[in-house]
């Protein structure tokens, strides 16, 4: 039968203003997490990752957020350009799996 | 950053053949990698672990006759679609696992994508 894609999340922003994109993990066992940036017909792109006993990680205009409390995680990518335009994935490794689990993804559009 | 590629970027197979994708680590030694599937708009789905001198590790669902998996090499992973069919066309990517005193971070191929006819 035919299969039916999931819809990904859709953002939208402005050039030159701030995006931020969440995230939402359930283990409690996820001690590292990692966002990649993904364009269209390549590979998954390493932006920024963030151990499980830090808040909060800052990188080349882009940080990362966790709240282990809520198991929320965000990725905010200040003043964005036309090239930030991709989708984006969160993903979670459990302790002791040595795999990475992925989020669905965010797919974000800078609007010039 | 890490560099890790793929080979063939892109194939066209008629059904009922077997088609070898190659995954490399360019410029670090990998003795883990994985190799995953994505459809169209839809997340990246782990298939397999494979890891270095040893049977890869499949996830549940994949069949392992299926999609064989060698890792011969620390820098070398390839992963055969046997008897393809046009349900298995899709986006496969693979990655790398970097390990190092601070770092344990996957670093991902362009991927291959496979249209089955």
């Known amino acids: 039968g035919e299969s039916v894609g999931l819809h990904l999340p859709t953002l939208s922003v402005q050039e030159g203003d701030n995006s931020i994109i969440n995230c939402a993990y359930s283990n409690s066992a996820s001690d590292y997490f990692i966002w990649y940036k993904q364009e269209s017909g390549k590979g998954p792109q390493f932006i920024i990752d963030?151990?499980?006993?830090?808040d909060k990680r800052q990188g080349q205009r882009v940080t990362v957020l966790l709240n282990k409390t809520v198991k929320h995680l965000s990725l905010q990518i200040a003043a964005t350009q036309p090239g930030d335009s991709a989708v984006y994935f969160c993903a979670e490794n459990i302790r002791g799996a040595q795999k990475l689990v992925f989020g669905q993804g965010t797919r974000l559009t800078i609007n010039p | 950053g890490a560099v890790v590629s793929q080979h063939p970027s892109r194939v066209i197979c008629k059904s009922g053949t077997s088609v070898k994708i190659e995954c490399r680590s360019l410029?670090?030694?990998?003795?883990?990698m994985f190799w995953y599937r994505q459809f169209p708009k839809q997340s990246l789905m782990l298939m397999a672990t494979?890891?270095?001198?040893?049977?890869?590790?499949?996830e549940q669902g994949v069949e392992k006759d299926k999609f064989l998996i060698n890792h011969a090499s620390l820098t070398l992973s390839t992963l055969t679609v046997t008897s393809a069919h046009p349900e298995d066309s899709s986006f496969y990517i693979c990655?790398?696992?970097?390990?190092?005193?601070?770092?344990?971070?996957?670093?991902f191929g362009p991927g291959t994508r496979l249209t089955v006819l």
């Open positions: 990655s790398a696992r970097r390990l190092g005193k601070d770092e344990d971070t996957q670093y």
């Open positions: 410029d670090f030694q990998a003795t883990t």
């Open positions: 963030i151990r499980s006993n830090m």
């Open positions: 494979s890891n270095e001198g040893s049977k890869a590790t499949y």
